[in-house]
T-cell receptor
Framework: DGGITQSPKYLFRKEGQNVTLSCEQN?????MYWYRQDPGQGLRLIYY???????QKGDIAEGYSVSREKKESFPLTVTSAQKNPTAFYLC???????????????FGPGTRLTVT | KQEVTQIPAALSVPEGENLVLNCSFT??????LQWFRQDPGKGLTSLLL?????REQTSGRLNASLDKSSGRSTLYIAASQPGDSATYLC???????????FGKGTHLIIQP
């Protein structure tokens, strides 16, 4: 079955530690995204990647880092510089493209990160 | 900056009713409008995608419309069922592989 997997489902860390969230897709999509969701707020874009070895900052990139070494994978690192890291993190992908068309985004099941 | 607003924030209706969820956006340079469903603690499920050149899309009991001139989209749910209870999110696409701008959602409860 094609889809997006995120692991783990729940993640607990101590303050001051970096943590990496996994996102893998087997949809052969070029574009991948990371969003953050907080209670009572809409999803906010952290980083996105239109193609392998390229990525751009979203609206709230501070305290986060990403890499895109393979088409299928787009891991997100939450660094100790992120002031409020506790949130629900969602990964998404789309066919992508740089021609100006916009494509449907598909989402993974999410990772709930708790930092204490 | 793009902004997306959803009204109402919460809605509770008896089973069987037809209902409308509203979404408004500020950026007229919209490429598409996507509606999602989110169950508690879960990821998002895509319901409908309307490209900027389209006026509406239908899937089963769901119909979504897009009016770029007024900056509005509506999601119509016919003959609501308890299984429709969830949070419904709309999101505006800005083009290319850019990310989506989301509203805060409408929390829908269908009473049996």
């Amino acid at each position: 079955d094609g889809g997006i997997t995120q692991s783990p489902k729940y993640l607990f860390r101590k303050e001051g530690q970096n943590v990496t969230l996994s996102c893998e897709q087997n949809l052969n999509h070029d574009a991948m995204y990371w969003y953050r969701q907080d209670p009572g707020q809409g999803l906010r874009l952290i980083y996105y990647s239109q193609i392998v070895n390229d990525f751009q900052k979203g609206d709230i990139a501070e305290g986060y880092s990403v890499s895109r070494e393979k088409k299928e994978s787009f891991p997100l690192t939450v660094t100790s510089a992120q002031k409020n890291p506790t949130a629900f993190y969602l990964c998404a992908s789309s066919i992508g493209g740089l021609a100006g068309d916009a494509y449907e985004q598909y989402f993974g099941p999410g990772t709930r990160l708790t930092v204490t | 900056k793009q902004e997306v607003t959803q009204i109402p924030a919460a809605l509770s209706v008896p089973e069987g009713e037809n209902l409308v969820l509203n979404c408004s956006f500020t950026d007229s340079a919209i490429y598409n409008l996507q509606w999602f469903r989110q169950d508690p603690g879960k990821g998002l499920t895509s319901l409908l995608l309307i490209q900027s050149s389209q006026r509406e899309q239908t899937s089963g009991r769901l119909n979504a419309s897009l009016d770029k001139s007024s900056g509005r989209s509506t999601l119509y749910i016919a003959a609501s069922q308890p299984g429709d209870s969830a949070t419904y999110l709309c999101a505006q696409g800005g083009g290319g592989a850019d990310g989506l701008t989301f509203g805060k959602g409408t929390h829908l409860i269908i009473q049996p």
